[in-house]
């Protein structure tokens, strides 16, 4: 990216000055909103956003800032289910029409500032505030690229192991909290024999994303990569661990759902809320669904990071550092959008009320939001403070993702590996097609290095 | 006739009924569940056992569809505000459909009757490669068709607008619009014409006046099909349509397929919503369809 | 209106259909393009309604070249074998469609329509469609359209082929009595040699794209101009018998006949055809002069009369006589040969080298 | 007035009527399919069509190389031939069912002709929620019934899935055979059938000996289109089973479309429509000599 983004209208000045004007805005941060010049432009502002209620919040935030500073403009989401991001992503940006504004995961975040598709937003980070982050969690997490960031944080959320704690108390079972891997396999394997019409575990098993990321988790905590970040992303995926890993995923799946093979988030979600399964993978979101849906699994269910690795200890959760970026061509509302952004980047009011549209799935990733009062003052709080502030804090210790390969460095193929499935695939092979893991490991190693040669250029 | 052969006529005749209305309920059953779903309340969809008439009968379903009705992530209270939901595009997305439906089966129809006419009555070179090149050109798949098209829509910047659409789907209509027309046209006797311009019409009164009317069968058949190509496309759509404002029903429609969360009832009222249109087509026109059937095969 | 065909040529791609067609049709006359299927003859009568293209050559109706006028313009009026009705129209909007479309305010073209409706009594079906109408009724509506308008040549392409045999009979007569109450040129296309004898004021006897011979039936059927014409009309077909000539005198089927007396130039022809009609062939019970002797071999009654298939040397020929004529099968006879009635041909160019005064 | 008169010129009135479906037929016809055999040659990343380049014959080989090409293929060879063995055979049997001159035929010949309008979206929709393994009605009726014990994962193995979307493809398509065949039925001159009666033949010799070989030849043109067709099918595949499980229900399109977005190699999956392009030539072919295309021709 050879091009100049240096005329960003909020110059430091302006910014104080717009800070001595308005004194208002009583619940945002500074107690104030940045400046900006009206804009006369008209239409609509697309503003993508994963499936849930949290990025219609973001958006009526900055629909908020546009009524004051942009009557013309209105930002609207289109949600992109999960497995339907890169086919959306090729086309809009193939099309020259992308949207203004990306709500995404880390992956696809750094595969397209690698690519030079996206605004560096240095700026920006510096009027939110550098050192706002809660702790456990960088700003390169989110996406940064050759020392430029890319990507303003807008949550951060783990995945975590899903327990029915009345199936565990009956069974007997130890705390889930002091497990390893032999003891979730043990704890799966129990209730799936002592429960009928009940499986053990689940998790997906299908050729989507959601079994990539799941899939990623456990790689991550025996100690595997793909790549291996410190010498030129070298593919580093046919390792004992990633042996290891599949090993463990075959030796669960006899305890999981029958349909777990074409499973993906919604079936994991369904699994877990109807009953069929005591203990699931999976994102906060689950805890969101029972709630509605089904009050007594609600009520039974409680998370933890994940069972141990036997060797490493590792317990790492595929995190989504979930962040807002900017497409840097074709994208007429850079400035509206970088403004509208800041306004809600900069209130606490907005900021809470996005975390709580979807507890417990949408953490804070600032200090002073994940401290404040207010958003503890929701029913999920009170009723499961410790499942809550697992998804919030204690489990960013654990955090990993294929994006920052285990926290190393920004790695620009991830997001194709994910687009591909390889991970999913891999595991597949070994579930479906009764592939000896090795041999499915070499497989994964063929396709990732292929995406690697690929993709060389953007190793630089 | 004696009594015992009417009394085994009337045997047969019962059990074919029964078998008639057997295999018709199996394969109408899909859509008959698909109906009832729609009409069942949140409590009911995952009842055990599952009832096929709804005991309670509501509309919700389709009310949410129609005014755009939040359905979901209203736990905890009041309900949020989560900004749009695809259930407040349906109605938009619907219109869409409408558009892009017509639109290309008006151009295609208009494109082939004119061709077809031309072909069947003048004499040039190339005329008779026409016909084996619209064969040819039913036959391939729109998989085929959509990326080169859809980097022709971006180089003429027509990406999401319906008008990539009706573009779009008049390339997939027309082989076989032309083909139908071509199939029609030659069995119209050219001698009615003939006869038409002795009596006085110039070659365009001819065709308004004397070869349309005549054409009108196959015109409609061939509208029909083309309407349900245009109306059931799922891929142009997804392709060339970017904003969530202009897609059509088929991609939209999928988006209730989302996340965590399937609201089965909403699924199913819109399924039985989008299907009604062309079951009103089909029903209204049923025997023009079986005609255009008789023409050459039809793509499906 | 007189119509001039003026060396009317027609090719589809390579194939020549006509070949310089020259004729007058004078005017007011029912005049009958005949010739067997692939003639040329439909070609013809549609390259006079404009419906077909001209190669080359000019047609002329009146004082005026029509080769570049669209049929419309022409002022004629066809009946299609098929009749061609519209099929969506009732038959009274098939009738007035011609008025209709040349602007006629639409009182007159009521009237017109119920005029000759009435004339063809078809005037009780007016509001049905060509669906529900018989053949006869189909006919009788083609013709009306035809006549509802008052055009200056009618054109009919086989309007009869379609009917079955007694209703030709009858609609032969009714055609004619059209023609003269229609006051216009008829030009009348058929196969039927028949109809074309019983119909027109001239007959074309047309072959391979070229008019054999043009003038009145009596004409075509008495002396034809070639070996064609002379087997295409009557029925039952003329008889041939090639003979070598000597002089005015030919040997054939064992036995030497005079001939009539021959063109100047003919004198060069050795080998001719001898062209001799059933009906102008007796059977006698001795021999003489230009009588041959034969075996009969089979005898086809017909009603008034029968046919005696006679057996010469080599050649058979078919003699026509009165039913009550006594003559039995396989019985030796002879058959006299009236030179006055033979038509003699040219061998290889078929052209009858007879000499006539009118001719 | 002299252009009108010029335009009235026959064979510029044929020329006039043609020229829409030239100019439309170059535009999305013609235009589209050589730029795909043309994609077909370069490596092309959508998101970066900067970094375009020509790359020979590599597509093609990227694809003969690659397992997943060839199990795609077979698995459309298979899910081609079940399909069109069962619609064939379902197709004929409705077709005669129907043709009978019963009260009320004209209500039950609607009702099943009807799955062909359905669109594939609502198809596929209602097929995974009455195909639903844990929540689905079909499940649910068979267990009641006592014919299966233990649910059927109709998309989670690789037989069922594949069982599942012949049996969507199947139930769409049939309907297009019943009509295709009544129609040829309704020719059928009555006296074949009082013939075979007079020689004796019963309702089985009746039907080899009658009925199918005045049936053949539509058979033959519908088997043929048929074939090409689901050979070629994207959607009913895809927004049932993406392809899944693993790639077991992958056909030739499914890769295609897989290769061109999720891979970002347009190319390949340009390669790939040009191999579909040259089997349904071939299929095109076989089309043209059964059916006999052009005889009927001036």
Not at chain 3, 289 to 314: A, Y
């Amino acid at each position: 990216m050879t091009k100049k983004f240096g005329n960003f209208p909020l110059d430091r000045r302006t910014f104080l000055g717009g800070m001595a004007a308005a004194g208002a805005s009583a619940g945002s941060l500074f107690g104030t909103t940045p400046s900006f010049g009206q804009s006369k432009k008209t239409g609509t502002v697309r503003v993508w956003g994963e499936p849930g209620p949290y990025g219609g919040v973001g958006v009526a935030a900055m629909n908020e800032w546009a009524q004051k500073n942009a009557p013309g403009l209105k930002f609207e989401i289109e949600t992109i289910p999960w497995d339907g991001v890169y086919v959306k992503l090729m086309t809009d940006l193939a099309a020259k029409r992308p949207p203004s504004l990306i709500s995404v995961e880390s992956p696809i975040a750094t595969q397209m500032m690698a690519e030079g598709l996206l605004l560096p937003v240095d700026d920006m980070v510096d009027k939110i505030g550098r050192n706002r982050l809660v702790d456990g969690v960088k700003w390169d997490y989110w996406g940064n690229w050759k020392g430029k960031q890319y990507v303003i944080p807008a949550h951060h959320q783990p995945h975590l192991l899903l327990v029915r704690m009345d199936i565990i108390k009956e069974l007997g079972l130890k705390d889930p909290e002091t497990w390893d891997w032999n003891d979730l396999l043990h704890a799966a394997k129990t209730i799936s024999e002592k429960k009928p019409n009940m499986a053990g575990f689940c998790m997906a098993l299908g050729r989507n994303l959601c079994t990539d990321y799941h899939f990623a988790a456990l790689l991550h905590s025996a100690g595997g990569r793909m790549f291996d970040p410190a010498n030129k992303y070298q593919v580093v995926f046919d390792s004992p661990q990633t042996v290891e890993a599949l090993n463990f995923v075959r030796e669960l799946r006899p305890y999981m759902p029958k349909g777990a093979v074409e499973y993906s988030f919604l079936q994991v979600v369904d699994a877990h809320v109807t009953g069929q399964t005591a203990m699931s993978f999976y994102w906060g979101r689950t805890l969101g669904r029972a709630a509605e849906e089904a009050k007594p699994i609600f009520e039974a269910t409680e998370a933890f990071n994940h069972a141990r690795h036997p060797k490493t200890g590792r317990r790492n959760n595929w995190n989504d550092f979930q962040g807002w970026c900017i497409p840097a061509q074709n994208n007429p509302f850079i400035d509206e959008v970088k403004a509208a952004l800041l306004y809600q980047q900069t209130s606490k009011e907005w900021l809470i009320k996005y975390c709580h549209s979807l507890m417990p799935n949408v953490a804070p990733t600032y200090k002073d939001i994940a401290d404040a009062p207010e958003l503890k003052d929701h029913p999920f709080y009170k009723s499961k403070p410790k499942t809550v502030d697992t998804y919030f804090r204690t489990s960013l210790a654990n955090s990993s993702s294929t994006a920052n390969e285990m926290l190393q460095g920004a790695n620009p193929l991830a997001g194709y590996v994910h687009g591909r499935s390889v991970l999913a695939q891999t595991v597949q092979k070994v579930v479906i097609d009764n592939m000896k893991p090795e041999d499915a490991a070499k497989w994964g190693a063929r396709e990732l290095e292929a995406i690697r040669k690929e993709n060389v250029r953007l190793l630089g | 006739m004696n009594s015992a052969s009417t009394l085994w006529k009337t045997v047969k005749n019962a059990m074919l009924y029964l078998i008639l209305c057997v295999v018709t309920f199996l394969i109408c059953f899909p859509l008959i569940w698909a109906l009832s779903t729609s009409l069942k309340p949140k409590s009911e969809i995952f009842a055990t056992p599952p009832t096929l008439i709804p005991h309670n009968l509501t509309l919700e379903n389709y009310e949410a569809l129609l005014t755009g009705r939040q359905q979901y992530y209203q736990a905890q209270g009041a309900p949020q505000n989560t900004g749009t939901t695809p259930a407040q595009f349906f109605t938009r997305w619907f219109i869409n459909s409408v558009i892009v439906t017509l639109g290309s089966t008006l151009i295609s129809i208009a494109v082939s009757t004119l061709a077809a006419y031309s072909l069947t009555r003048f004499r040039y070179w190339g005329r008779s490669a026409v016909p084996y090149f619209s064969l040819l050109g039913y036959m391939v798949p729109s998989i085929i068709f959509v990326f080169p098209l859809f980097l022709m829509m971006v180089r003429l910047d027509l990406t999401d607008s319906l008008w990539s659409l009706i573009l779009g789907y008049v390339c997939i209509t027309l082989p076989f619009c032309m083909w139908l027309m071509w199939a029609f046209m030659r069995s119209i006797p050219i001698e009615i014409e003939e006869a038409a311009l002795i009596d006085g019409a110039s070659r365009y009164q001819v065709f308004r006046q004397i070869v349309l009317p005549s054409a009108l069968p196959g015109i409609i058949a061939a509208s029909i099909f083309a309407m349900i190509v245009s109306w059931n496309d799922y891929l142009f759509g997804r392709v060339f349509i970017n904003s969530i404002d202009n897609l059509t029903l088929t991609v939209g429609v999928m988006l209730f397929f989302e996340g965590t969360h399937v609201d089965w009832g909403l699924l199913m009222a819109a399924s039985v919503l989008m299907t009604v249109p062309m079951a009103i087509l089909f029903m209204a026109l049923q025997r023009h369809l079986v005609a255009g059937f008789g023409a050459g095969a039809v793509k499906g | 209106m007189e119509v001039r065909l003026e060396g009317i040529t027609k090719n589809f791609g390579s194939v020549q259909i006509l070949k310089e067609v020259n004729l007058v049709f004078p005017s007011r006359k029912f005049v009958t393009l005949l010739g067997p299927s692939g003639c040329g003859k439909t070609t013809l009568l549609r390259m006079i309604a404009g419906l077909e293209e001209i190669t080359a050559g000019q047609i002329v109706f009146g004082d005026r070249v029509v080769n570049r006028l669209a049929p419309k313009d022409r002022n004629i009026a066809m009946v299609f074998q098929s009749y061609a009705l519209y099929p969506q129209m009732s038959v009274r909007k098939n009738l007035g469609y011609g008025l209709r479309v040349r602007g006629t305010v639409s009182a007159d073209v009521d009237a017109a329509v119920e005029r000759v409706a009435k004339i063809l009594e078809i005037d009780h079906l007016l509001d049905r469609k060509p669906g529900q109408l018989s053949g006869g009724q189909r006919q009788r509506v083609a013709l009306g359209r035809a006549m509802v308008r008052k055009p200056d040549i009618f054109l009919m392409d086989e309007p009869l082929s379609n009917l079955d045999a007694k209703l030709r009979v009858t609609m032969r007569s009714e055609l004619r009595r059209f023609h003269l109450d229609l006051n216009a040129t008829t030009v009348y296309v058929t196969h039927d040699q028949l109809e074309a004898m019983t119909m027109s004021d001239l007959v074309a006897v047309m072959h391979q794209g070229v008019v054999q011979q043009f003038g009145t039936p009596a004409e075509v059927y008495s002396r034809p101009a070639n070996r064609f014409v002379a087997g295409f009309i009557g029925s039952p077909p003329m008889n041939f018998l090639t003979a070598a000539r000597r002089g005015n005198e030919a040997e054939a089927g064992g036995g030497v006949l005079s001939l009539p007396p021959l063109s100047d130039d003919a004198t060069k022809a050795e080998t001719v055809v001898i062209g001799v009609r059933p009906q102008d062939l007796e059977i006698v019970p001795v021999s003489g002069n230009d009588r041959l002797k034969g075996k009969v071999s089979l005898i086809e009654l017909l009603g008034s009369e029968k046919l005696v298939e006679v057996d010469f040397v080599g050649v058979r020929v078919l003699v026509q006589v009165r039913a009550d004529f006594p003559v039995k099968e396989q019985s030796e006879v002879f058959v006299h040969f009236n030179p006055d009635r033979l038509h003699v041909f040219e061998a290889e160019s078929g052209q009858s080298i007879v000499k006539r005064a009118t001719l | 007035m002299h252009i009108l008169r010029h335009l009235q010129s026959d064979r510029a009135v044929g020329l006039l009527f043609i020229a829409p479906f030239v100019i439309t037929a170059l535009f999305f016809m013609v235009y589209p399919i050589a730029e795909a055999i043309r994609m077909a040659f370069y490596s092309y990343n959508p998101l970066r069509p900067d970094l375009t380049a020509f790359v020979g014959l590599a597509n093609f080989e990227y694809i003969f190389e690659d397992p997943l090409f060839w199990a795609s293929f077979w698995q459309a060879t298979v899910w081609t031939l079940l399909s069109i063995l069962f619609q064939t055979v379902f197709g004929v049997g409705l077709a005669l069912l129907l043709h009978r001159a019963l009260f009320g035929m004209a209500f039950f010949r609607g009702l099943l002709l009807f799955p062909y309008i359905v669109p594939t979206v609502v198809i596929a929709l209602i097929w995974r929620w009455i195909f639903n393994p844990e929540i689905g009605v079909v499940n649910y009726s068979l267990i009641a019934s006592g014919i299966i014990k233990e649910p059927i994962y109709w998309l989670s193995t690789p037989a069922m899935a594949m069982a599942s979307t012949i049996m969507l493809n199947v139930w769409k398509y049939t309907p297009f055979v019943v009509i295709c065949v009544l129609a040829r039925l309704q020719s059928v001159p009555l006296e074949l059938y009082d013939a075979a009666k007079v020689d004796g033949a019963g309702t089985m010799r009746r039907f080899f000996d009658v009925t199918l070989p005045q049936l053949k030849e539509v058979l033959i043109v519908v088997i043929v289109f048929r074939t090409i067709w689901t050979f070629n099918k994207f959607e009913e595949i895809y927004l049932l089973t993406k392809g899944g499980p693993g790639t077991s229900t992958f056909n030739l399109a499914v890769y295609s479309f897989e290769q061109s977005m999720a891979s970002l190699r347009l190319g390949v999956g340009a390669a790939t429509g040009v191999v579909m392009m040259i089997i349904l030539l071939i299929g095109s072919i076989v089309y043209l000599r059964v059916a006999g295309f052009g005889e009927n021709e001036k």
